[in-house]
């Protein structure tokens, strides 16, 4: 039987300065299994790194603003915590891998002192120096590296090494769930596959439930039991991995990412992508926030914004497939 690791119930954050708001994410629902991966798609400006850093309450104090909603998290609300409860789950229970590996270690500190430093923040095995070096090692071998490089620094290290150092970082502490916010950006195409696999091979090790972070179906693909597309700060479908890229119904956002996909078998010599530019987050416009670019747009779309719904095995918001009931995934 699963269990509920990570609930998000109707999530809304905004940023807020002198001169405008930013309307980042606007009332998203998610649930997470425990072992269990959730994929989180989008275009750049969506608000899936928002999602995540709201999940760990990372946000900036000047200016993001959690307007409402809830962070379930083992049945904890995690938007509740006082600051020092919420340190004792960061990198102990809840990790984060980041997208630039380059800028995410300290280029003054060799890495083994920067794997120790996550297990001594967490008090694990915190008198014992050997345990902890061992945890090192051990760290560095799960990712691929050899321990005897737990001396060397950051600029040592090739980018698909560093990335390697970060999942190791995140992992120390056996977190219950990981969040990947797009691993592999920085990467070319040979290391990634070989970081992907790595990442799989440890969550089903270690049963971590893991959220990825990406623009790539094809990571997707890969590493994903349940995909979320997300646009303009909204979840617009939601389903299995089997759901999304097997069921001929999807969002018109949904089919023109898969466009966007090169066809290296097919005779379609060129790409479809999709036409215009996500809305303005400081002023989203009514109805369907997707309709000024749906080639399928109707009268209501411009109007009346479209529920989430299930639509056969799957749950998706447009109105060419109905609007019956409450937009909740969970």
């Known amino acids: 039987m699963t269990e509920t690791l990570l609930e998000i119930r109707d999530l809304s954050v905004l940023y807020k300065t002198d001169l405008e708001t930013v309307y980042a994410v606007n009332g998203i629902s998610l649930k997470l299994n425990r072992g269990e991966t959730l994929g989180i798609v989008g275009e750049t400006g969506a608000g899936k790194t928002t999602t995540?850093?709201?999940?760990?309450?990372?946000?900036?104090?000047?200016t993001a603003q959690?307007?409402?909603?809830?962070i379930l998290f083992s049945e904890t609300d995690l938007l509740l915590l006082e600051e020092n409860s919420m340190r004792k789950i960061r990198g102990k229970k809840i990790s984060m891998v980041f997208q630039d590996p380059m800028t995410a270690?300290?280029?003054?500190?060799?890495?083994?002192?920067?794997?120790?430093e996550a297990l001594l923040l967490h008090n694990e095995d915190h008198a014992?120096?050997?345990?902890?070096?061992?945890?090192v090692e051990e760290s560095l071998e799960m990712v691929g590296i050899p321990a005897s490089r737990k001396t060397d620094y950051p600029h040592q290290f090739s980018g698909g090494m560093k990335q390697r150092v970060?999942?190791?970082?995140?992992?120390a502490c056996n977190p219950e769930l990981l969040i990947a916010d797009e691993p592999t950006t920085a990467?070319?195409?040979?290391?990634?596959?070989?970081?992907?696999?790595?990442?799989?091979?440890?969550?089903?090790?270690?049963n971590t439930a893991m959220i990825m972070i990406t623009h790539d179906l094809g990571i997707v693909a890969e590493t994903c039991d349940h995909v979320a597309v997300m646009y303009a700060g909204e979840i617009i479908e939601y389903g299995t991995m089997e759901d999304i890229f097997?069921?001929?119904?999807?969002?018109p956002y949904t089919v023109g990412l898969f466009g966007s996909i090169p066809d290296l078998e097919g005779d379609e010599k060129r790409l479809s992508p999709i036409e215009g530019l996500m809305p303005d987050p400081t002023d989203l416009p009514p109805g369907c926030k997707f309709s000024p670019r749906c080639p399928k747009c109707m009268a209501i779309c411009k109007t009346t914004a479209p529920n989430l719904h299930t639509h056969n095995t799957h749950k998706i918001a447009c109105h060419l497939f109905g609007n019956s009931d409450t937009g909740s995934v969970v």
């Not at 995540?52 to 000047?62: E, F, N, Q, T, W």
């Not at 014992?128 to 945890?135: A, L, S, T, V, W």
């Not at 970060?166 to 992992?171: D, G, N, Q, T």
């Open 166 to 171: 970060i999942i190791a970082i995140a992992l």
């Open 128 to 135: 014992d120096h050997q345990k902890i070096n061992e945890r």
């Open 66 to 70: 959690i307007t409402g909603g809830q």
């Open 105 to 116: 270690l300290n280029p003054v500190i060799p890495i083994g002192e920067q794997i120790a």
């Open 246 to 251: 097997s069921n001929e119904d999807h969002h």
């Open 52 to 62: 995540a850093l709201s999940i760990l309450r990372l946000l900036p104090d000047r």
């Open 187 to 206: 990467l070319d195409v040979t290391i990634q596959a070989q970081v992907l696999a790595m990442m799989n091979a440890l969550r089903e090790k270690l």
